[in-house]
């Protein structure tokens, strides 16, 4: 079983829609939780940076993060065709335990928005 | 967030050849990172680059085939050694300012080899 899980998709969805994107993960360390989103042939970009549980909004999107599940979930509101792409969860565990300060990735669910 | 820049951005190689890829930040970083993303698929951690130190390597990669330096807090390379056409794949850094885990990616290699 991989330390975190996500459907890969691939997500298509018309233009203002609501999307929600999920990760479920088995390592108790994590306490960190990142979405990142990646264009082709680009780097990923940090969309959104949470620590330990709750909910965190910027913008049109809320990251949420539920440690007692192990599950971690993106929404983005008002959704655009410039949204589409390919949305990778990771997470990291505290300083001093083996997983600090190293990504652990999702699969990545790839995105379209159409118009 | 960190202006992140590596060289080459793409590279077609011949098997049993080797190719050093570079990292430069804009400015000073504490921790710098190296992934690989193979098509398809999602990041893997190479390995932690330490600045005046050997790297820390992941399960799975080593150092006589992923030699890693990092001379100073804003640059580092990666080496992929005696390539084979398994090694085609994108390669990354990341960068963390604090301990905190924020981490910014470069905008990838991309190597083929033949």
């Known amino acids: 079983q991989k330390e975190v899980e996500q459907d890969p998709g691939p997500l298509s969805v018309p233009e203002g829609a609501i999307v929600s994107l999920n990760c479920t993960y088995s390592n108790s360390a994590f306490q960190y939780f990142m979405w990142y989103r990646q264009y082709s042939r680009k780097g990923p970009e940090l969309l959104m940076y949470t620590y330990s549980s709750g909910n965190k909004e910027d913008g049109r999107f809320t990251a949420q993060v539920d440690k007692s599940s192990k599950y971690i979930s993106l929404f983005i509101r008002d959704s655009q065709p410039s949204d589409s792409a390919t949305y990778l969860c990771a997470m990291s565990g505290l300083a001093g335990g083996t997983s600090y300060g190293k990504l652990t990735f999702g699969q990545g669910t790839i995105l379209t928005v159409h118009p | 967030s960190a202006v992140i820049s590596q060289k080459p951005s793409r590279d077609i190689c011949q098997r049993g050849t080797s190719l050093t890829i570079q990292c430069q930040v804009d400015s000073q970083v504490t921790m710098m990172f190296w992934y690989r993303q193979q098509p398809g698929q999602s990041l893997t951690l190479i390995a932690t680059?330490?600045?005046?130190?050997?790297?820390?390597?992941e399960s799975g990669f080593v150092i006589d085939k992923f030699p890693i330096s990092r001379p100073n807090l804003t640059f580092s390379t990666l080496t992929v050694s005696n390539m084979s056409p398994e090694d085609s794949s994108i390669y990354l850094c990341?960068?963390?300012?604090?301990?905190?885990?924020?981490?910014?990616f470069g905008p990838g290699t991309r190597l083929t080899v033949l």
């Open positions: 990341s960068v963390a300012r604090t301990a905190y885990n924020e981490q910014f």
């Open positions: 680059a330490n600045q005046g130190s050997e790297a820390t390597y």
